[in-house]
């Protein structure tokens, strides 16, 4: 059974302080794995997709790296506008289903 | 282009109702799913459509059925609905299944 755990489940930042959330998987033959974005009463937003340990994708203050077990969302410089929950979920080799973990809910201070 | 739509955005149903959430894309994707997402618990897959005509069950389809009216649109129906179906309902496509998920803004729905 494929699962994801997120840690930690809130962070809080000051603005400026870089950080990192990880994303700890288990799945039978990893097909991707996926960031989104959630902010409150809305659905998450696609951010990455990364396929392979060793891959790494940046967007604005945002990076993302993957390694055989785990996946790091790297935040650089964030601003209050980055508080949102971020969602990470993986593809088995099945490739019919995402499995998503918990979430982290990050919280920027200004 | 609107991207995924839901409706409706709220209801507040109580115990044995039935109801049918809408979904549709206008992104011209071929697979289309639902999620309910709960608290400590995540998005949980219910149901998905791989391609129009088809439907198959996901992580937690009980009490749950699915119709894929066209390559478009997606319902989820809860025929008797139940308090334990208080909880967030995500549409989600994407071109194919392999391909990247696109989310809906979600159904919040209250069973009393």
């Known amino acids: 059974e494929d699962q994801v755990t997120q840690s930690p489940e809130a962070l809080r930042l000051q603005e400026g302080e870089s950080s990192s959330l990880n994303c700890s998987y288990t799945v039978s033959g990893l097909r991707g794995l996926f960031w989104y974005r959630q902010d409150p009463g809305k659905g998450p937003e696609f951010l990455f997709t990364?396929?392979?340990a060793g891959e790494e994708k940046e967007k604005e203050r945002l990076k993302a790296t993957l390694t055989k077990k785990e996946s790091f969302l790297h935040i650089t410089a964030p601003k209050p506008e980055d508080s949102a929950t971020y969602l990470c979920?993986?593809?088995?080799?099945?490739?019919?289903?995402?499995?998503f973990g918990g979430g982290t809910r990050l919280m920027v201070k200004p | 282009n609107a991207g995924v739509t839901q409706t409706p955005k709220f209801q507040v149903l109580k115990t044995g109702q039935s109801m049918t959430l809408q979904c549709a894309q206008d992104m011209n994707h071929n697979s289309m799913y639902w999620y309910r997402q709960d608290p400590g618990m995540g998005l949980r897959l219910i149901y998905y459509s791989a391609s129009e005509g088809t439907t198959d069950k996901g992580e937690v389809p009980n009490g749950y059925n699915v119709s894929r009216l066209n390559k478009r649109e997606f319902s989820l129906r809860l025929e008797s609905a139940a308090p334990s179906q208080t909880s967030v309902y995500f549409c989600?496509?994407?071109?194919?299944?392999?391909?990247?998920?696109?989310f809906g803004p979600g159904t919040r729905l209250l069973v009393l």
């Open positions: 990364l396929y392979s």
């Open positions: 989600a496509s994407s071109e194919i299944m392999q391909e990247t998920q696109y």
């Open positions: 979920a993986v593809r088995n080799n099945a490739g019919n289903m995402l499995t």
